[in-house]
């Protein structure tokens, strides 16, 4: 059993084209399950479906807690499902679907896999997250360049925008850490599960199209608030401690520059500084 996970954040429409590039075929068995973070938003009753399960969170929980939500209602009705946890401004090329299955059975080792995104222009936007502790380097690259005949390749994060979980593998729910509210959650949740065991992995044989930043840009001061208190708790967790404080003051200095230039991203960035101030 597939179950595509996603959270809506006054997303109807994009969720319903991401609906519409499913399959309708009886023979793929899977749930699409939407965990609500804007409760105002009815229009997402009018979505309502045999296959669709909407879960009212009742308040904006963020990405990382209302994905917990929708992964324990999962966990406990199936645990041996595999959960496709999606960006709700994305959307599946057809027969993707059908894949997953085939996928898992041939790689069963595979606890956390992540899919190769594009943007709707065609350019390559995710390929597989890398992670260097000794500079606090947290980047993304094309991991099929060099290697495009390997079906799946190790790596060391996958995005949250496109993350498929084997729950069969875990003895527990899998959880993201509930102190990120948006962004690096998905780092954290890959290396935390890494340090454990499981293998994260990308494959080739999977691709979503994703509009980059379509729900997140509407208010550029809130995302870098949260990019920013985010980063700086990834980095105090993984890099080295030197690097934490040289990229934490490059940081605060970056932010005193851009006030004069752009004082709304200058406040974001600073706001996000303090929450994490406050974290300590």
């Known amino acids: 059993m597939i179950y595509l996970l996603t959270v809506n954040y006054y997303s109807t429409s994009l969720i319903a084209r991401l609906i519409q590039s499913l399959p309708s075929q009886q023979e793929i ?26 879960i009212e969170s009742q308040t904006n929980l963020g990405f990382g807690k209302a994905c917990n939500l929708g992964l324990m209602k999962i966990y406990a009705q199936d645990p041996q499902g595999i959960v496709w946890i999606i960006n709700p401004d994305t ?6 679907l059908e894949k997953v299955p085939v996928f898992f059975a041939s790689h069963q080792e595979i606890s956390i896999l992540g899919t190769l995104i594009y943007t709707p222009k065609d350019k390559l936007w995710f390929g597989g997250g890398c992670f260097i502790p000794q500079l606090g380097a947290i980047f993304s690259t094309n991991l099929f360049s060099a290697r495009p005949e390997i079906d799946w390749l190790p790596c060391d994060w996958v995005s949250g925008c496109s993350l498929l979980i084997n729950l069969s593998l875990f003895k527990s729910c899998p959880q993201f850490d509930s102190a ?4 690096y959650e998905d780092f954290d949740f890959c290396r935390r599960y890494a340090l454990q065991g499981h293998q994260i992995a990308i494959t080739n044989q999977l691709a979503v199209v994703h509009q980059p930043s379509s729900i997140a840009n509407r208010n550029m001061a809130i995302k870098l608030q949260h990019s920013t208190y985010s980063y700086l ?15 934490f003051f490059r940081l605060f200095l970056f932010s005193l ?11 974001g960035k600073f706001v996000g500084i303090l929450n994490y101030l406050r974290h300590l």
């Open 233 to 247: 708790l990834t980095l105090e967790r993984y890099a080295n401690p030197l690097i934490f404080w040289l990229r």
């Open 180 to 183: 990120y509210f948006l962004y």
């Open 91 to 96: 959307y599946l090329s057809s027969n993707i």
């Open 257 to 267: 520059i851009l006030l004069g230039i752009k004082p709304q991203a200058a406040l």
């Open 29 to 54: 068995t899977y749930q699409i399950v939407i965990v609500n973070n804007s409760p105002a938003d009815q229009e997402l009753k009018l979505l309502e479906s045999d296959r669709l399960k909407i």
